[in-house]
């Protein structure tokens, strides 16, 4: 709709120094800083190692879903059924629990399902050729009304002991299991993102999928292998939560999907496809955590903080877009 | 030839649901007794008047996730304002829930024209926001039946001819959709920016003032919703019509909406939110439990995007059959 009709051309290249400077990251990065040392002025509870451990609970899980889902947005698509996979390999594992099933067993099984339901969104998406919205949408009701359907007002709760070290365990003083692996993972998809055939296979189709399939990037599969990750990052995210609560009631996780799409687009990454990076998705599961652990040290109720994240949503993609408007608007 | 494709679609869907209620009279004749008829369209009225919003939205390649909240919000602000002003006339009410719910929806029609932030982005986003707002004017706190005065309760329940208040604005909502949508150069403009944006611009339309507008239209049957939904219940609370938005787009893609925006009808959509309500309906007498409902309004969505699909599919390769013919 808007032509580029005024181009500015520079008399010289950025430097990668001049250009990391102006990057989204290091904005990011700053306004993490930032808050950091409001909220170590703000409540004197803050800056205690314990508490800080405690407070990346806020985003470990989320930020797992977050990397699989930056993929899946950098390709032009969207999978807005996370949460309710949560909730349906959350009930598969109680389930299994209940049956007296072993910790690996039901972590097989969580996983499993996380898969079957990935493959069923991207069936949908890539073999039918349905618009991913809808779909996800769809199976958002699908995934968490099975749920319901087998535990209505009941809640699944005898897990074993040895299966709390997902969600509850430490690997050294104050270090997390579940931060461990929130590391881990941001390694594993920033090295398949940045470094690999496929990271720029989701690239170029995100920017032009029609380009992409005619210089030989299977499209449809590299889609659906998408939306196998981004179920199996579900699950492993649903392990770590029902291990961390110790039992699974079907409106486990409701409305994660918000805020996992958010950490993604406050990371940078463009809702409409073509760029991103997973740098950016890690600084903004930090910026999110301290956010919300900053205000619920102040006493700020869930919902209200809600508001925060809606408008952090909002804000994240409205500011550059007005910054952009008024330049626009000086230039001429 | 695609009005047609139109028509039997909505047909298909009209046996479907006349097929689904001989199902279930075969078993509980009472069902379709015509007093329970009224009161499963009585039921369905909310739906059909935000599936009617929401039709306006996705028609032009939008999506409104926020109408739920919109309910919520402009529901507790008429409470809120019926508990302090128990004697404001029901007008009155009718015309502040109208006035919110549509600058509601303005704010999601502005970040969208304005800015072009993805629909999609700025619902999710209004829709946490308008839920915390409710939060934030309510303190948490529940207004229950006897707080609300005998006025405000008794709107949505008055009767005229056998049809209760709730049900005839239901119908004159479908009416006025019917002229905006058929008769009028909006209603055209919506068909013409979710069918191609690029030629709509060519032809004079505004695209991004067709959203805003549709935006607009959809707030303002959500804010009408919340007055009438808050009154009907009795009830406001934070949670009310919490996941409705979903039940509401259902609605418009079992009706035949095109979430690519550009195709649909009234008459769709009005079948696909009597589908969903036949439905709905019904499993409380068949005996299952309501649990079940989540599960199959996400099964229907499913269906009914791939069915969507499917008869989109065999439309391209018709028009290129007969093509070859008259060549």
Redesign the interface.
């Known amino acids: ?2 032509d580029a009709t005024h181009h500015h051309v520079p008399d010289r290249l950025t430097t990668p120094l001049q250009r990391a400077l102006k990057s989204w990251e290091t904005l990011l990065l700053t306004v993490a800083v930032a808050i950091f040392i409001v909220n170590s002025f703000a409540s004197p509870y803050f800056l205690n190692a314990w508490n800080l451990s405690d407070a990346t609970f806020n985003f470990t899980e989320k930020a797992m879903i977050a990397f699989a889902m930056a993929l899946v947005i950098i390709s032009g698509e ?1 999978d807005l059924s996370v949460a309710s996979i949560i909730a349906l390999t959350s009930t598969a594992m109680g389930a299994a629990a209940e049956v007296g099933v072993g910790t690996p067993g039901i972590v097989a099984i969580g996983l499993t399902v996380g898969l079957a339901c990935g493959a069923f969104n991207g069936a ?1 998406v890539t073999g ?4 991913s ?3 996800t ?10 749920s ?2 087998v535990l ?1 007002d009941q809640a699944f709760m005898n897990y074993p002991d040895s299966f709390a070290w997902f969600g509850q365990g430490y690997v050294f003083w104050v270090i997390t299991v579940e931060f461990v692996f929130f590391l881990a993972f941001a390694a594993v998809y920033g090295v398949v993102l940045h470094k690999t055939n496929f990271g720029r296979g989701v690239f170029s189709i995100g920017n032009n999928p029609v380009g992409a399939l005619f210089s030989g990037i299977r499209v449809k599969r590299v889609k659906f292998i998408l939306f196998l990750l981004t179920g199996l990052m579900a699950a492993f995210a649903s392990v770590c939560l029902t291990s961390r609560l110790g039992s699974t009631r ?1 409106s486990i996780a409701f ?1 994660m999907e ?1 805020e996992v ?2 950490m993604v ?1 406050l990371g940078g990454v463009n ?2 496809g073509g760029s991103g990076s997973i740098p950016g998705v890690v600084i903004a599961a930090f910026v999110m955590g301290l956010v919300t652990f900053g205000l619920g040290l102040l006493n700020v ?1 869930g ?2 903080m ?2 925060f ?3 952090l ?2 804000g994240v ?2 500011l550059p ?2 910054w952009f ?1 008024i330049q626009v608007m000086r230039g001429k | 030839m695609i009005s047609n494709m139109i028509k039997s679609r909505e047909a298909i869907l009209l046996a479907a649901i006349l097929g689904l209620l001989a199902i279930i009279a075969s078993r509980f004749p009472a069902y379709v007794e015509p007093g329970n008829l009224i009161n499963v369209f009585n039921d369905t009225s909310t739906l059909i008047i935000l599936a009617m919003g929401q039709m306006c939205v996705i028609l032009t390649r939008c ?1 409104d996730l926020s109408v739920a909240a919109n309910v919520a919000l402009t529901g507790m602000v008429v409470a809120t304002l019926n508990t302090l002003m128990p004697g404001m006339p029901v007008v009155a009410i009718l015309v502040i829930a109208l006035t919110l719910g549509a600058c509601l929806g303005a704010v999601n029609g502005l ?1 969208v024209w304005k ?4 629909a ?3 619902t ?6 308008f ?3 409710v ?2 004017i309510s303190d ?1 706190k529940w207004i229950n039946a006897h707080e609300m005065s005998a006025g405000f309760k008794a709107f949505p329940r008055m009767e005229i001819a056998g049809l209760p208040m709730l049900s005839w604005i239901a119908i004159l909502v479908v009416i006025c959709f019917v002229v905006i949508i058929n008769r009028t150069p909006l209603g055209r403009s919506f068909f013409a920016v979710g069918g191609n ?2 030629a709509a ?1 060519y032809t004079g339309i505004d ?2 003032r067709t959203q805003f507008l549709a935006f607009t239209i959809s707030g303002m049957m959500a804010g009408l919703t919340g007055y009438l939904w808050v009154s009907r219940f009795a009830v406001a609370y ?1 949670d009310i019509a919490g996941g409705f938005e ?1 039940e509401v ?2 609605a418009c ?1 079992i009706g035949g909406i095109s ?2 925006g550009g195709v649909g009808s009234v008459a769709g959509t009005l079948l696909g939110a009597l589908f969903l309500g036949v439905i709905k309906n019904a499993l409380p007498v068949i005996n299952i ?1 309501p ?9 229907a ?2 269906i009914a ?2 069915f969507n ?1 499917q008869s989109s599919r065999t439309k391209g390769r018709v028009i290129l059959k007969s093509a070859e013919h008259t060549a």
């Open positions: 709709m808007t969207i949908l039918l050729g349905l618009p919205i809808v779909v949408i769809g199976t958002m009701s699908l995934f968490r009304g099975i319901y359907i209505g079907p409305g918000l799409v958010t687009v809702i409409l109720p919902i209200v809600s508001i994240i809606g408008l949503l909002i993609i409205a877009r007005l408007q | 999506i970040l800015l072009q932030i993805p999609i982005v700025v999710l986003g209004t829709m946490t926001i839920r915390g707002i939060f934030l948490g944006p690029h611009v695209v991004g934070v979903l787009v259902a893609v979430i690519a439990s649990f079940w409902q989540l599960a199959i309004s996400g099964s969505i499913i995007v791939a699909a």
